[in-house]
Every structure is written in structure tokens, then in C-alpha cells.
């Protein structure tokens, strides 16, 4: 299970392609590695690397050396499109990203997401302009992202609200699954159950007549 989620402060990937399908994050030809760390080479492969595994010249934008160690992606509309495939949050956690800023994303890309450890934040066409100036303008500009209070803290104390389904909010900031938040509960359902009547009789069946 991933770590809670905690509040946090990083520098931005601008990557404001629209319409990046599953298959751009991590091609189809990955699907059957199933070491989520081991994902971080896969992650948008064939935009980053020639058929002979060389990185393409210029570099493609994750690898630049200024963009290590971030993580929030500033992606364009529509990200995480396409097919249902798990393993595209796998591979962008795996690189370090934390959070994907957007316009909207795919409903299975969220629930894969939010799953992984990896926040899907979508914010209105108008604020994503003004962010991706912002980056443009300043390329070393850090956000936070505090998952608690549902904001984005952008410089000059301004804050960006977001919605998050609050069962997945509840699970990321504990750190813990759908599993994980029944085991926790296992007293709590054990007492419930004691104190009612079976729905179902359990008891042997008598003999027939």
C-alpha cells in the first residue's frame, strides 16, 4: 500500500499535449512487466527514445536535467484517455510524479490513480492557462499541493481549490486501500454483526421426514 499522502512542494513538468492516451504513458508492449518501479523506463518511452533504445535529440521534456525531481505534471485536456491499463499511474509514480494537473482526465485513469498513490487534479480551462504562463514565465515556480485542504498554494499566497471523491481522499491521506480501510474496521464490523440477528439460518438441517 502507498504511503499516506502528505502535503508537499515542487517545481512543475509542463506537458500540455491534449488527448495523451495510456498508450503514450506507458506502450502496450510494458503491459507485462509487473514491478511498478521497473516502470519508470516505460513511461512515455516511445516520445523519450529511437527504436534503438537512444534518447532522442532534443530530449524529450521528463528527461531534461532540470526536471528531475519533480512531481506534478502540468498535462494538457483530456489526459490518460484510451485503454484501462494500470500500469500508466504505475509509471508515472515510478518516476516520481506526485500529482497531474489537468482540464479533465479519463474517469478509469482516475480510479487507477487514486489507487496508486497518484492525484488527479482537474481545474478549470481558465486557471490552466494561467498556469502554464505561469511555468512558461518561470520555469523554476513551486506549487504545493495539499491534499488535506483540497488546494494547490500558488506564489503570492493564492490558492487553487480542487474536488476529490472523498472515500479516495480518505484512503490516500491514510495511506491505505478499500482492504486496508475494512481490516482497520474488522472490531467495528465483528461488534455489528454480534449485535444482530443472522439474516441467513446457519443451523444444520434436521432430518427429513
Known amino acids: 500500500m502507498p504511503e499516506p499522502y502528505a502535503t508537499f512542494t515542487s517545481r512543475v513538468v509542463p506537458l500540455p499535449a491534449e488527448n495523451v492516451d495510456t ?23 516511445d516520445w523519450r527514445f529511437e527504436a534503438d533504445g537512444r534518447p532522442k535529440d532534443p530530449p524529450f521534456v521528463i528527461d531534461r536535467p532540470e526536471m528531475a525531481g519533480r512531481q506534478i505534471l502540468l498535462a494538457g485536456d483530456n489526459f490518460g ?33 487514486l489507487k496508486n498513490g497518484l492525484l488527479p487534479i482537474v481545474i478549470e ?42 472515500f479516495s481522499r480518505l484512503m490516500l491521506l491514510e495511506g491505505t486501500d478499500e482492504l486496508g480501510y475494512l481490516v482497520a474496521h474488522d472490531a467495528d464490523i465483528a461488534a455489528w454483526e454480534a449485535s444482530h440477528p443472522a439474516r441467513v439460518d446457519t443451523r444444520p438441517a434436521g432430518p427429513a421426514a
Do not use: M
Open 23 to 45: 498508450d503514450q504513458i506507458v506502450p502496450a508492449r510494458y503491459l507485462k512487466i509487473t514491478d511498478k518501479a521497473g516502470l519508470a523506463d516505460a513511461l512515455f518511452r
Open 81 to 113: 484517455c484510451g485503454s484501462s491499463r494500470e500500469h500508466a499511474p504505475w509509471a508515472l509514480v515510478a518516476w516520481g510524479l506526485r500529482a497531474v494537473i489537468t482540464t479533465s482526465c479519463a474517469d478509469i485513469f482516475r480510479g487507477n490513480a
Open 125 to 166: 480551462p481558465d486557471r490552466h492557462r494561467q498556469l502554464l504562463e505561469l511555468v512558461e514565465r518561470d520555469g523554476d515556480v513551486e506549487l504545493t499541493v495539499d491534499l488535506a485542504l483540497g488546494v494547490v498554494h500558488l506564489p503570492g499566497d493564492e490558492d487553487l481549490p480542487f474536488d476529490v471523491d472523498p
